[in-house]
């Protein structure tokens, strides 16, 4: 890629930066856009639009970036929980390795690969028309002694990587501590869920899951609670909820068409009161779902599964990690997760649904990644216009134009790429749903890791072999000359990938301060909705969306820093567009779905890790090729240093993510033991997870309230 391919690409990039931050910082000042921009904060009821118009609401202003500049990370735990501390100190780690890094790589090696002349000499009369080669190590002279430079670049990155990730893995793993010594009692730190109930004959699941722990566990047991098949139920209540919101619309529009004839398209027939239509229509509909609820709670529909809770978090521990049975696939248990973060969808499946659905997914998995080479190999050949010329022969004169040649193959690829890449999220958190995981957050973290890998994959592994590798297939008959190759193509790639930090990073998190889509879908339904604070929906945060991002971008800067430091400026600017932006969304737009207590970062910490190990294996490759062996040699022992370090912080501070300590789970208890409120607790936790499409729900005003409200299962306390 030229210079000045790549300057258009920043061009075009920066310019939709600045473009978003504007209307931004204007529509977010419209009472009518509060519901996209503020949408936690009208939930919590903190802001509230004015009726009357103020010329200020039209010009751009700055004072977002001051709120979320001074958001302390107390503040930050306080509101959004440690989650979202973690994924702040993600931003925070990768701004001071590249700051590092980008020291070292911008005013010591650049200026070494600047000064080679294995390439075509610098013209800094025509700078534009250079290719970007220049800047990387492949312009270092074979047996330089300036490579060393490099070599100990490597080696000092290395150390202080690892010396922050020790130091970030020290104090989030104390966080974690902390958060669990300081949190309320929570219910989930007293339960476990039990799966695989045997059942004996003339008994219910919940009768068999009383009698084994009051037997095995007397002391401790305190309550359990069945699932049941209720996806029917679930697609009743999302009807009702539908109909109930078309009935509120329209009672509270004046304007609206009340009255609808009542058959040929609405042509003809007696007129039909809407109003009243639709009122009979949902109480209809609740007198059915409140016949499904009661045939699922007492028609046999139990799944066999159970929450079971206890009397302390001791006992619950000591339950989810003890084997309860001789046959070891049943009575098995696991961590049960908050309430609100219960995944109740696949409770029905059995043990052999589970089984199948994890080798499908695999299946699944590996189909995409193979599928998603197509847009990949795509993607490169516009990179490169001799390549595209020959593909598209009738392109030829169109590709003679300067910036159209300059747009093609600094800007297209990447946002072509992106586009692609946006369907990846959804698809890898559909695919984690279907392994049988019982909460939204064990989906995240499994479709955060697919998502991961995916992208390493597809967007690094393969575009570097598609982009030189594969396109000259006459190296695969003289096998002597891949290396030799792979050396260029791994460094020669740098300026595909500066340009993919440009538009997947710099315009993606512009996007997602203007929320394209939310704004966009808020302008489509405006006309045809009324707007009711109740029912606003406020987001979540997409964790298994933006870390991958974030650690791709890590992977680049740390595998690239000694090759193309170019690079690195532009990763510090996403960086910093990442840490103002997603502070200020955390504040405004965000609100927590679950807590893991910071469990995504060991995802992150292993990520690093494979990051440096690559390099090292990059570097090995390259000093070899050089014809530098000695360079070679001592940096052999870094990967095995770096993966000793690994495992010496997966020994000493992994445990504390995977489950709390005997020593921290008593001394819980004992501070709990003398506390009144603990009594009101455990009343509360014997209903704690009953299904909600098991409530009792009431939407029509002509219903006997205390029928609704009273209980359709009753739980099975001590």
């Known amino acids: ?102 020291v070292i790589g911008i005013f010591v090696i650049l200026p070494v690969n600047c000064s080679g002349d294995q390439l075509d000499n610098l013209d800094l009369t025509n700078l ?59 219910p989930h730190q007293f339960t476990i869920l039990v799966r695989s109930v045997p059942v004996s004959s003339g008994s219910s699941v919940s009768e068999c899951v009383d009698g084994f722990f ?21 697609n009743l209540i999302h009807d009702a909820k539908k109909l109930y919101r078309r009935l509120i619309y329209l009672r509270s529009d004046p304007t609206q068409r009340k009255y609808q004839r009542n058959c040929c398209f609405g042509l003809c027939g007696r007129k039909v009161d809407l109003v009243d239509h639709y009122g009979k229509q949902l109480e209809d509909l609740e007198e059915n779902l409140r016949l499904e609820q009661s045939g699922v709670s007492y028609a046999g529909q139990e799944v066999q599964a159970a929450f079971v809770s206890f009397k302390s978090r001791y006992g619950a521990a000591a339950a989810f990690h003890m084997r309860q049975s001789i046959n070891p696939t049943h009575w098995v248990t696991e961590e049960a997760p908050e309430p609100r973060d219960v995944y109740w969808a696949f409770f029905s499946a059995s043990f052999m649904r589970r089984w199948i659905s994890k080798l499908v997914v695999v299946v699944a998995c590996i189909l995409l990644t193979v599928l998603f080479l197509i847009p990949v190999v795509v993607v490169q050949g516009l990179t490169n216009l001799s390549q595209l010329e020959i593909w598209l022969p009738f392109l030829k004169s169109l590709l003679t134009i300067s910036i159209v040649s300059q747009v093609i193959t600094g800007y297209l690829p990447n946002l072509i790429l992106l586009l692609f890449l946006k369907t990846v999220p959804p698809i890898m958190e559909f695919l984690s749903s279907l392994q ?44 002597k000359n891949i290396p030799s190759k792979l050396a260029v193509a791994v460094p020669a790639q740098a300026s595909f990938f500066i340009a993919y930090v440009v538009t997947s ?57 000694f090759l193309a430091p170019l690079i690195l400026p532009f990763l510090l600017v996403y960086f910093c567009l990442g840490y103002i932006i997603f502070r200020n969304q955390l504040i405004n737009v965000y609100a927590p ?9 060991p995802i992150v910490h292993n990520s690093m890790i494979f990051s440096l190990v690559l390099m090292h294996a990059i570097a090995v490759g390259i000093f070899t090729l050089k014809k530098l062996p000695k360079a070679s040699t001592f940096v052999f ?44 607790f455990f009343q509360e936790l014997v209903t704690a997870y009953q299904d909600p499409a098991l409530m009792p729900i009431r939407y029509s005003p002509d219903t006997d309230t205390d029928s609704l409200h009273r209980p359709l299962l009753n739980s099975a306390p001590v």
Not at 220 to 229: D, G
Not at 657 to 671: C, G, H, P, T
């Open 505 to 561: 990073g710099w315009t993606s998190a512009s996007s997602e301060l203007f929320r394209v889509i939310p704004l966009f879908c808020s302008l489509i339904k405006r006309p045809f909705t009324e707007s009711n604070d109740d029912e606003l929906e406020v987001p979540s945060i997409s964790y298994h969306k933006d870390i991958p991002r974030i650690l791709f971008f890590g992977l680049l800067g740390i595998t690239y820093f």
């Open 1 to 102: 890629m030229l210079v000045s391919a790549l300057l258009t690409s920043v061009g075009i990039n920066s310019g939709l930066c600045v473009l978003f931050f504007t209307l931004y910082s204007i529509l977010r000042k419209q009472p009518s856009n509060y519901e996209v921009y503020v949408p936690r904060l009208v939930a919590e009821g903190k802001s509230k639009g004015k009726s009357y118009f103020n010329l200020e609401r039209l010009i751009p202003s700055p004072g977002w970036l001051k709120n979320a500049w001074k958001l302390s990370e107390e503040e930050l735990l306080s509101s959004s929980g440690l989650d979202a501390v973690v994924f702040m100190r993600v931003i925070t780690f990768s701004l001071k390795v590249f700051l590092f890094a980008g």
């Open 214 to 234: 009051k037997e095995y566990y007397p002391s401790t047991y305190l309550s359990n609670m069945v699932v049941h098949r209720s996806n029917k139920l679930r």
């Open 128 to 186: 534009s028309n250079n290719s970007l080669d220049v800047f990387t190590i492949s312009n270092v002279n074979n047996g330089s002694k300036n490579l060393w430079i490099h070599f100990s670049a490597i080696y000092a990155v290395t150390i202080f990587v690892c010396y922050l990730l020790y130091h970030e893995y020290k104090y989030i793993s104390s966080k974690r501590l902390a958060y669990f010594y300081s949190s309320k009692p929570q």
């Open 637 to 680: 022992p870094l990967p095995i240093l770096t993966l000793l370090f690994n495992e010496y912080c997966r020994k000493r501070f992994l445990p504390i993510f995977v489950a709390y300590s005997a020593e921290s789970l008593i001394k819980r208890d004992r501070q709990d033991e003398g506390d009144p409120a603990m009594a009101k």
């Open 593 to 601: 779905r679950y807590e893991t207590a910071g469990k995504f970062w």
């Open 436 to 479: 049988g995981y019982i909460s939204h957050s064990e989906i995240e973290k499994s479709a955060c890791n697919k998502v991961l890998w995916f992208t390493i994959w597809n967007i690094f592994f393969a575009s570097v072999f598609s982009g030189s590798a594969l396109s000259q297939i006459n190296i695969f008959l003289e096998p």
